[in-house]
């Protein structure tokens, strides 16, 4: 799929045996490179790792610099998804500073979210 997407973007294979590369903050400068870190930190050999493959995913983008925000938000809800929440290390979970008035934040934001699609379902379900 990784591949497939690529094309698509009319950007070159990602490839799992490159060095990891910094990139700039442009999408079309950083797609690439997090593109190439996805296909090598999917591999078996690294989500088999658990909690240790992980770490490793995200400390290599963390230390190779660039456009590493962008790049840790989208390999951590990827490998998180794929993994698991229950292989996730607990460090990752509970070890954000401020953690419960941020989760509170975002409890609050999904259920306005949530709220807000409801309502427009019931709107549209009383229209027909």
């Known amino acids: 799929p990784l591949r497939e997407v690529a094309q698509r973007l009319g ?14 903050c442009y999408l079309g400068q950083s797609l690439p490179p997090t593109l190439d ?3 090598k930190y999917t591999q078996p050999s690294f989500l088999n790792d658990g909690a240790d493959g992980i770490w490793k995913a995200l ?7 660039g456009e590493n925000v962008h790049r840790g938000a989208v390999l951590g809800a990827i490998l998180g998804a794929r993994v698991g929440d229950e292989n996730l290390p607990q460090e990752l979970k509970s070890g ?7 989760e509170k934040e975002i409890d609050s934001f ?4 949530m709220q807000k699609t409801k309502n427009n379902n019931k709107a549209t379900a009383e229209e027909l």
Do not use: F, H, T
């Not at 070159?12 to 910094?22: I, L, V, W």
């Open 96 to 102: 954000l500073y401020d953690r419960e008035v941020l």
């Open 110 to 113: 999904v259920n306005a979210v």
């Open 59 to 65: 400390l290599a983008n963390a230390n190779i610099g």
């Open 37 to 39: 870190m996805l296909c």
């Open 11 to 24: 950007l070159g294979n990602p490839r799992s045996n490159r060095k990891d590369q910094m990139s700039a």
